[in-house]
């Protein structure tokens, strides 16, 4: 069963942007914080960003100034502006959505984001 749904990766030059959306399903209520990793071949999955629901964010160092996370509630839907991308970004994106330590953490299937030099 899908529970997010990630799209907006794709082909950038270096210095490039892209928007990266992650849709969860509807069904899914008490969501506290939603956020980004990614995960490049032979390197463990790492943080990028995360918003909670008032709105506090966490960048990692190697993204700051140059990503930016946000969510629509309405739409039950975060997003990833990445801006002055690098070779570097190049990974498997990946969006999660959390209710809490108590809770099993949702995850999306991911979407490729390649930038090249």
């Known amino acids: 069963q899908v529970q997010l749904v990630e799209s907006g990766g794709g082909l950038v030059q270096a210095g490039g942007s892209l928007r990266l959306s992650c849709a969860a399903s509807?069904?899914?209520?008490?969501?506290?914080?939603m956020g980004w990793y990614r995960q490049a071949p032979g390197k463990q999955r790492e943080l990028v960003a995360t918003?909670?629901?008032?709105?506090?964010?966490i960048y990692a160092d190697s993204v700051k100034g140059r990503f930016t996370i946000s969510r629509d509630y309405g739409k039950n839907t975060v997003y990833l502006q990445m801006n002055s991308l690098k070779p570097e970004d190049t990974a498997v994106y990946y969006c999660?959505?959390?209710?809490?330590?108590?809770?099993?953490?949702?995850w999306g299937q991911g979407t490729q984001v390649t930038v090249s030099s």
């Open positions: 999660n959505a959390d209710r809490g330590s108590s809770y099993p953490v949702y």
């Open positions: 918003i909670f629901s008032r709105g506090t964010t």
């Open positions: 509807r069904s899914i209520f008490g969501i506290n914080a």
